[in-house]
């Protein structure tokens, strides 16, 4: 492996030494604020692997701004993606609250989503009966909360953040792998744990693969630290946990596996030893397994002249569009009902309203590019009698 000086320290141990793993040239809207192309590397010093690129707290902020939308943003979405994220969840809360202090009622437990979007997790949590919830979200959020969940919003960072008394759990899901920098966080919300209290982790699984499975994590440009369990549990028993649980799944509404790791916060470490399955070479071998299923899909428009639009565009879609099959197609246009896209490029290709496909003729195709929103997709493509080609379930 080359080794490279990094300009971006690990964000876990701060290391200027790595060993180049990857080049991505990435794909987004041409108007990103965060640098598209990027190298994958890993730590020389604690084998952590990240993303390293010129990121700084001024272009991580000013990116999930302008993305991080009630328009925008895949989780923090419309209704049907909300429903899914909180049925996935609900064995996850379950399993927290086992773990967590008999003494105490769930109306009694002091709880705190820290990254708590819209109050998704915190609303299974009201759900069991505890209601003593703070939610923690960085005031540049658009914080539309939906009317059924109330908590506590603390407007703050994961790093700054100070909760008036101490939380028995909290909780931080699909937030570390956002991060400019890991271990100030996680010794943040041990700080505002009480003793004893528990802390449940949740990232996307570097680690995980198989055929079913794009482990498209390593492309997503907002993802800019990689976990396996080896090393999320290695930095929780490090900085004051014992791990309890790590928790693997594969929801079926995005593209990856997830890795759960419930701790609770004590002054010695568990002393668990936890398996390092995790080989380097993984992550250029995951990344290179993204078109494996797609291609299979759309294979009769690569190298072909056929016109392509390609309906829904989020990070994961440019990830898998970039990483397969699509990147050799003939895209004319991206389209998406959010008018927050329309207007913009993404590879200098133009994002429209779907309005655009009328008068299409029956040589073009339609890809879905979104899974909870591709009935409504394909009930609209019906409506507006499209003659073309539908290609669904891409991933
Ligand atoms: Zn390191």
Redesign the pocket.
């Known amino acids: 492996m080359k080794k490279i000086s990094l300009q971006r320290p690990?964000p876990?141990?701060?290391?200027f030494k790595g060993e180049l793993l990857l080049q991505k040239k990435g794909l987004y809207f041409d108007d990103c604020i965060l640098p598209l192309a990027r190298e994958i590397v890993s730590?020389s010093?604690?084998e952590?692997v990240f993303c390293h690129a010129e990121y700084t707290l001024e272009n991580l902020s000013a990116f999930y701004a302008q993305y991080y939308t009630y328009s925008h943003s895949l989780f923090r979405a419309q209704k049907p993606t909300w429903n899914l994220y909180v049925d996935r969840k609900r064995p996850v809360v379950e399993s927290i609250l086992a773990h967590a202090s008999k003494d105490k009622l769930n109306k009694d437990m002091i709880i705190c989503d820290v990254g708590s979007g819209n109050g998704e997790l915190l609303s299974e949590y009201l759900r069991v009966g505890c209601n003593k919830l703070y939610g923690v979200e960085p005031s540049a959020l658009e914080n539309e909360s939906h009317d059924s969940v109330s908590y506590n919003l603390v407007e703050s960072d994961i790093y700054e953040f100070s909760l008036t008394e101490k939380a028995d759990i909290i909780t931080c899901t699909h937030v570390m792998e956002h991060l400019l920098t890991i271990t100030n966080a996680v010794q943040n919300m041990r700080e505002n744990l009480d003793e004893n209290g528990l802390l449940y982790i949740e990232v996307p699984n570097a680690e995980k693969t198989d055929d079913q499975i794009f482990p498209v994590q390593t492309c997503i440009i907002e993802h800019i630290n990689l976990f396996t369990p080896y090393q999320l549990c290695t930095l929780l028993e490090n900085n004051g946990f014992s791990v309890i649980e790590v928790i693997t799944c594969q929801p079926d509404f995005i593209p990856f596996h997830l890795l759960g790791v419930i701790a609770r916060k004590s002054k010695e470490p568990s002393g668990v030893k936890i398996e390092n399955n995790f080989d380097p070479q993984d992550i250029p071998r995951n990344a290179t397994s993204i078109s494996y299923g797609i291609d299979l899909k759309i294979g009769e428009f690569i190298d072909s002249e056929r016109p392509v639009y390609i309906w829904g565009m989020t990070v994961v879609m440019a990830a898998l569009w970039e990483n397969s099959g699509l990147s050799k197609c003939n895209v004319v246009n991206v389209i998406d009902k959010s008018e927050s896209k329309q207007g913009k490029t993404i590879g200098g290709i133009l994002v429209c309203d779907p309005s655009v496909l009328e008068n299409a003729s029956p040589d073009t195709a339609v890809i879905v590019g979104t899974l909870t929103q591709a009935d409504s997709v394909v009930e609209e493509l019906k409506k507006m009698n499209y003659p073309g080609k539908i290609v669904r379930e891409l991933f």
Not at 12 to 15: E, G, L, W
Request: net charge negative.
């Open positions: 690990c876990v141990c701060n290391s730590c010093e604690c952590f």
